[in-house]
């Protein structure tokens, strides 16, 4: 990589080429759109009146296609695009900055690819170093297009699981909300959702060293197998404990809710990454109520039903909103057929 | 020095759980399921499918086709790539056979070659960016449009919908290497156009 550098530094004119590849580059990642796109509704309405037509002629074209269409081998031409090339083994190196000052001013910003969940989206991510990511529901990773040769970086808002491969040469970094988390290969998981102020790591499986220059943690905290570091930024501390049911914490990765001494305004949040809905409180005293359950189902009517039970509480799903509310009682002293029995509106699904 | 990259890209593949989800319940014929994946993919093939063909009743016909063969073979859809890269793979041979066709049949019709070289008005996603940066966005884009097909599209698949380099790969059918030769070329030649563009500004000084 000090050649690469060295390239850059050994002319203006190759500075210059680097600085004007690197601006297209990053003008390039914010996207166009064409401006007239078609809504998306009639597009639907369209195709949804075809869906139940008999098809009178295979009108559709082979998916396969045939290899006239391939592209060719470019091998032969290939040094010809030597040094352009040199940018993209670049993209490698934007990490380790601290020996080419001069350069660095154009290398400030590593070139990275952004993976984002939507609610109720789940995800697996694989890594060139065989590290591998699951990634909870509206959480976002971004990871450059080359590791660094001394470091594995990457940063995450959200909750992810991480099976990092081992190597010793390599520590793997974790940037999240104002704390890093490194490790060497090991399994953890790290949560931090913007609204939360804080930081939590789980750990599996291996050794996990915490730190956090923004809430003044300049000394590595070290987690083992089994424990969980909870980081509170705005109290700037750090709580670490061990943990009864190691499972329960890293369920999410299988579909799973569970929930232990976990007050409702924390389920409530959970709720609505994993099925896309809003809850409602009807009284504020309710979202301090506290929940245990593991919650297997995937169905959401199953999983307020559960809730609502076990909490005495009623449930009311209506389109895509949840409203928690006491059990009202009936002028006969029976409860408003809720708390026992789930109170459901659902439209088509 | 050694000229190819060193490492692979680091991100190699990106597999959404809920589409898989949703891969299985089509499968059994649920039409909810179906509807949630096309909405959900809709926006990007159709700009996808439009960067191809540049005709904005084709793109939203072949979109409208690649679903409909899903949901017609729904029971034998056993797919291997992440369902994203499916339907761009999908999209974009429906893509190639539309050109291919199409080229064939109206190859005199000057009408229709024209509406091929009809490059669209594409505008920055990002409505927030100021003037400058967003008409040098714009430029980027317009001199896209004038590369050869298949660079466009690794650079359109690569730039506007994230996909990685191995991605890419599985779309287009060529190597991990070719996708980086089709980027770096394509750097090379947005470079080279912006330097034309920029020339004749400079001599006027004079």
Redesign the interface.
């Known amino acids: ?1 000090e ?2 550098y060295a ?1 850059i530094a050994e002319s203006d004119e190759n500075l210059g ?1 680097f600085r ?2 690197k601006r ?2 990053d ?12 809504s ?1 509704d009639l ?2 309405e ?3 009146n ?2 139940d037509q008999v ?1 009178r002629v295979l ?7 045939t290899s006239n ?3 060719h ?2 091998s032969a031409t ?2 010809r ?2 040094a ?6 670049l ?2 190196f934007f990490f380790v900055q601290e020996y080419y000052q001069s350069i660095e001013m154009i290398v400030q910003e590593p070139v990275l ?3 984002s ?1 939507s609610r ?10 065989g590290t591998r990511i699951v990634v909870n529901s509206e959480s976002t990773l971004r ?5 660094g040769v001394d470091k ?1 970086e990457i940063f995450l808002q959200g909750e992810a699981f991480f099976d990092v491969a081992k190597d010793p040469n390599r520590s793997f970094m974790i940037h999240v909300n104002g704390a890093t988390i490194e490790v060497l290969g090991t399994r953890f998981a790290v949560k931090s959702y913007p609204e939360e102020d804080e930081v939590q790591t789980v750990v599996e499986e291996g050794v996990v060293a915490i730190h956090s220059l923004e809430a003044g943690l300049t000394d590595r905290v070290m987690l083992t197998r089994g424990m969980v570091a909870n980081l509170d930024l705005a109290k700037q501390e750090i709580v670490t404990r061990s943990l009864k049911d190691l499972a329960g914490f890293l369920s999410w990765k299988e ?1 799973f809710l569970t929930f232990d001494q976990t007050p409702m305004a924390e389920v409530a949040r959970q709720l609505e990454r994993k099925y896309d809905v809003d809850v409602l409180f009807a009284s504020e005293d309710i979202e301090e109520m506290k929940l245990t359950a593991v919650l297997k189902s995937r169905s959401i009517t199953n999983v307020l039903s559960v809730i609502s039970t076990s909490l005495g509480l009623s449930a009311t799903l209506e389109e895509d909103r949840v409203l928690f509310d006491h059990v009202k009682l009936y002028k006969d002293g029976k409860p408003s057929g809720i708390g026992t029995m789930i109170e459901t509106v659902v439209t ?2 | 020095m050694d000229m190819n990259p060193s490492e692979d890209p680091v991100l190699i593949s990106f597999v959404s759980h809920t589409d898989q989800t949703l891969v299985e319940r089509i499968r059994q014929g649920d039409r909810v399921a179906f509807e949630r994946l096309f909405y959900k993919h809709h926006q990007a093939l159709f700009q996808f499918a439009l960067s191809m063909i540049r005709s904005r009743e084709n793109a939203s016909d072949i979109i409208q086709d690649v679903f409909l063969k899903i949901w017609r073979n729904r029971q034998n859809w056993y797919i291997k790539v992440d369902v994203n890269v499916y339907l761009f793979q999908a999209v974009r041979n429906q893509c190639l056979n539309f050109l291919q066709s199409h080229k064939a049949r109206h190859q005199l019709e000057k009408r229709f070659l024209d509406e091929l070289q009809t490059v669209p008005e594409w505008v920055p996603e990002d409505a927030e960016l100021d003037e400058k940066k967003s008409y040098q966005i714009k430029q980027i884009w317009q001199i896209v449009e004038s590369m050869p097909e298949k660079r466009r599209m690794v650079f359109h698949l690569h730039k506007k919908h994230g996909l990685s380099y191995q991605e890419i790969a599985q779309v287009c059918d060529i190597s991990v290497r070719t996708v980086e030769n089709h980027v770096a070329q394509s750097l090379q030649y947005i470079r080279a156009e912006l330097e034309q563009i920029q020339l004749p500004k400079k001599k006027i000084l004079f």
């Open positions: 990589m050649e690469v390239w080429l004007e590849f297209i580059w003008l390039a990642e914010y996207g166009i759109r064409y401006p007239e796109s078609p998306v597009e639907w369209l195709l949804r075809r869906l098809p009108e559709l074209f082979p998916l396969k296609q269409q391939r592209l081998s470019f290939f040094m695009y030597a352009i090339l040199i940018f993209t083994t993209m490698s690819r952004e993976i969940t109720a989206e789940r995800g697996s991510v694989m890594l060139s170093d990871i450059p297009n080359h590791f594995r579909g088509e699904e």
